[in-house]
């Protein structure tokens, strides 16, 4: 045992694959992709260290191919959820107890792990998993995983170094704890970083996790388990239980011991969530800790002295990367009159160039929208934008779901700033543009930040300054993260801490130290080394 004081190495962000042709790294994960589109999986749920095969099965299919299964999980009940509360509670002591340095040392293997051996895995079965290209699978499942392990043990180390002042004769310590009970868990299907992100940080600061992923998203959540695993996770530490909203809602929201909900998803259903904890509150051990990042209408707004270029690239980037379902997508832009036709004739003309396909041809930019529901709602709302007389298709509009769930990147000009497709999240590849006359910037603003309730992430294209000033103070709240002359899609962790408020969250802002303090609860501990031993003051004495 060693009483020296621990370093954690001080965290780099992971470098990104190039997967250039005639590269090492292609041809690796072109094969991974081949075995893996080859095999039928079975994955169980994962409980106390036991794989738990519930017989109740649902298919797990490829998105551009839904033809083409993956393999088939297991489907938790009520009973599993009681399972995996026990399990938690069964491993808690032992975990917390453990010394921080050895917690954290089991995220940094998984850190190396998935930057080694595991990272063709988990690309792959991000790509034909959730369909996502080569580019959109590195970014996420390898490096922003990667990135959140290693930053989230610095983050751990830099907390708990933050102590109190102490005044002659006492020592006042903080002593960080992990909560009392269970953290709930819920991912979705977009990133692969998020789904692992979610139970693997309050885990670290010594917290017990059941963790519900998207049933969209069960291939690379199957890997992300195996990755734990690998780790040396500790039985019980995280439970995977595939299961259907009701069931967890049901069964784990109204439970004494719940202490947290580690969230991301829709808006509707956090309110849900929270509303189901708040009719709860007189049952619960602690108030538990609600963290959640939720929908958004991430905008792009364009001055008259943008560079007409640079915005085209942004917003083909920010709107159609990963089919535009990024909870950080550009989804609506305001573009001045003056510089439109400019902008018009670069995006038209890039879009042209865009491929569209099966993320395993590397020359397609644009892959398949996750599945049927998502892709019967977005293209309704190109359905509505066709036959309306305050809206034009200016550019895709189509969509055809007969092999894979393929919407074409399309682009809306709305007469009205708060048109539908301009205020409400679709989630899809679908941009809408509102054209604004040069001489209604304020009016036009106001629109930007009160015609629709989220406030996620928004950009501003201006080379003049002043403006740049101006549009940014008064967007001040419209959005949690802020670029500047960059497309509103990207965060890095530990560069740019992701998360916004009103109806896109609580800001608790992952891939920074904030969402870390969510987890711990803080016991403030005084010592006096020579206490008095009789109680009078000096004021009670005598004239």
């Not at 995977?240 to 049901?250: C, D, M, N, R, W």
């Not at 967007?475 to 949690?480: C, E, T, V």
Request: net charge neutral.
């Amino acid at each position: 045992m060693s009483d020296a004081t621990i370093k954690v190495p001080a965290p780099i962000n992971e470098p990104i694959r190039a997967y250039e042709p005639g590269s090492s790294h292609r041809e690796s994960l072109k094969r991974k992709l081949n075995s893996m589109a080859d095999e039928r999986i079975e994955i169980p749920c994962f409980i106390g260290g036991a794989e738990i095969r519930t017989g109740q099965k649902k298919q797990v299919a490829m998105p551009h191919s839904h033809k083409e299964v993956l393999g088939e999980y297991h489907v938790a009940g009520v009973q599993e959820m009681k399972l995996a509360v026990e399990a938690a509670r069964k491993a808690k002591p032992a975990w917390e107890a453990m010394k921080w340095q050895d917690r954290v040392a089991i995220f940094l293997k998984a850190a190396d792990l998935l930057a080694g051996p595991f990272r063709d895995a988990l690309n792959a079965a991000t790509m034909l998993g959730q369909s996502k290209n080569v580019f959109q699978a590195e970014i996420d499942s390898a490096c922003e995983l990667i990135d959140f392990f290693r930053f989230n043990a610095y983050f751990y180390q830099q907390i708990l170094e933050v102590q109190p002042i102490s005044s002659p004769g006492t020592w006042n310590q903080m002593d960080y704890r992990p909560l009392e009970g269970f953290v709930l868990a819920v991912t979705p299907f977009n990133f692969t970083s998020i789904a692992g992100n979610l139970p693997a940080t309050p885990a670290l600061v010594g917290n017990t996790v059941i963790w519900k992923p998207s049933s969209t998203q069960m291939l690379s959540a199957h890997y992300i388990m195996q990755l734990f695993r690998e780790a040396g996770l500790p039985d019980g530490v995280i439970n995977l239980v595939p299961s259907t909203g009701p069931t967890v809602a049901e069964t784990l929201l109204p439970m004494r011991d719940l202490a947290g909900v580690h969230f991301t998803g829709s808006t509707a259903t956090f309110h849900s969530i929270w509303r189901t904890v708040g009719q709860n509150l007189d049952h619960y051990k602690s108030y538990p800790r609600m963290v959640g990042e939720t929908g958004g209408k991430d905008f792009v707004f364009a001055h008259s002295s943008a560079d007409a270029d640079a915005l085209a690239v942004a917003l083909l980037r920010g709107a159609f990367e990963f089919q535009g379902q990024k909870c950080s997508a550009a989804s609506r832009a305001y573009i001045p009159k003056s510089i439109w036709k400019k902008v018009e004739t670069r995006l038209l003309d890039d879009l042209r160039s865009v491929k569209m396909g099966d993320p395993r041809d590397f020359r397609n930019f644009v892959n398949a929208v996750i599945d049927d529901k998502a892709f019967k709602k977005i293209s309704g709302y190109i359905e509505h934008a066709k036959s309306s007389a305050d809206a034009k298709i200016l550019a895709g509009g189509k969509f055809d779901s007969t092999k894979g769930y393929f919407i074409e990147p399309t682009v809306i000009l709305a007469n009205r700033p708060d048109y539908k497709s301009m205020v409400e999240e679709i989630f899809g590849p679908v941009l809408t543009i509102h054209v604004y006359d040069d001489n209604k910037l304020e009016e036009t603003l106001r629109a930007c930040d009160e015609d629709s309730p989220y406030a996620l992430t928004g950009a501003v294209f201006a080379q003049d300054r002043y403006a740049v000033q101006h549009i940014s103070a008064r967007l001040r709240h419209a959005a949690g993260n802020f670029y500047i002359n960059d497309k509103p899609t990207g965060a890095v962790v530990g560069q740019q801490p992701f998360g916004g408020a009103r109806a896109s969250g609580t800001d608790d802002k992952a891939g920074s130290h904030l969402n870390l303090y969510r987890w711990l609860a803080a016991r403030a501990i005084k010592e006096t080394f020579v206490p008095p031993k009789d109680y009078r003051y000096p004021f009670l004495n005598a004239e």
